[in-house]
């Protein structure tokens, strides 16, 4: 088959995307561009983040708990490409800990990052797309917000606020033309997936029971996003989208 020529389906987007300097962040902000959007990528990994301006994409560091990171961000963007209407709230950590015995820390940090980065992230460029007539919002998500995860309770919770926080968001800035959706990926192969929480999890044996019997990699998470980022996701809003090989499909029996 041939490649489509001609504009691509992010042609006259501005994007701003949180976490992108490596992992499932990384590979959508690389496919805005291929789709023709302007996109500018925030983290807090300085010397990633020097490698993504190599490879000739914007970076500005950024914290998502900060709202003067977020502005900082936003204003580069408008200085760069103009004023967003495409958000990325991807940034997140997962962190570890049993209920039992956790003093709280690992709760708070979770919803800190994964949850109240997304609302700062939001309020940021409300005004940009209001002003400009609109614009889409995803929120990165996970599976995890609707199965529990045994010693990842801090990080399912904060997924499960995550679609919470799309749903509500999707309400109060519908008005404004605004798009909200969560996105919800299985599991990816990212420095995360790979991390030492999973040291002892057989992930080969897990995946190879799933309808789509493998791990994901990252570019495969950034179709969906280009789908919500994209007139073609025009009518969707406060929705959840999971792509996840099967994996909530039904019990692994
Ligand atoms: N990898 C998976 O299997 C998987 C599955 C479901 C959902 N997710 C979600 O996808 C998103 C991306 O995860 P990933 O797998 O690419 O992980 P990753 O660890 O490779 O990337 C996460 C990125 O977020 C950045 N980040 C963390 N805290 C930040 C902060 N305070 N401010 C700015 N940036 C910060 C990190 O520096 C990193 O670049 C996360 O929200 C994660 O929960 C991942």
């Keep these: 088959m041939e490649a489509a020529t001609g504009p691509g389906r992010l042609a006259g987007r501005i994007a701003i ?24 990528v ?8 020097k ?6 994409l914007v970076a500005e560091h950024l914290d998502v708990r900060e709202r003067s990171d977020w502005k900082r961000v ?24 049993g209920i039992a015995d956790t003093d709280g820390s690992e ?18 460029v ?34 499960a606020a995550n679609m919470s926080l799309a749903k509500s968001a999707a309400l109060e800035l519908g008005p404004l033309g605004i798009r909200v959706n969560s996105l919800h990926p299985g599991g990816v192969e990212t420095p995360m997936s790979q991390g030492p929480l999973f040291d002892g999890f057989d992930q080969d044996a897990f995946y190879s029971r799933l309808p789509i019997p493998r791990i994901a990699q990252p570019a495969e998470i950034a179709g969906a996003a280009v789908f919500l980022a ?10 959840a989208f999971f792509v996840d090989g099967g994996q909530l499909a039904g019990p692994l029996l």
């Design 17 to 40: 995307v949180s976490g992108g300097a490596r992992g499932i962040g990384r590979a959508i902000a690389e496919r805005f561009v291929q789709e023709g959007a302007k996109v500018v």
């Design 42 to 49: 925030g983290d807090l990994l300085d010397d990633e983040l």
């Design 51 to 56: 490698q993504v301006e190599a490879d000739g």
């Design 74 to 97: 936003v204003d580069r963007c408008i200085a760069e490409f103009g004023p967003p209407n495409v958000l990325v709230n991807n940034a997140g950590v997962m962190l570890a800990a």
């Design 107 to 124: 709760f708070r940090n979770s919803f800190d990052v994964n949850v109240l980065g997304a609302v700062f992230g939001l309020q940021a």
């Design 126 to 159: 409300i005004p940009s797309m209001r002003d400009g007539g609109g614009g889409s919002a995803i929120i990165v998500s996970s599976t995890a917000a609707v199965v529990g995860a045994a010693g990842l309770a801090p990080y399912a919770a904060s997924k």
């Design 230 to 239: 994209s007139d073609d996701g025009g009518f969707a809003t406060g929705s």
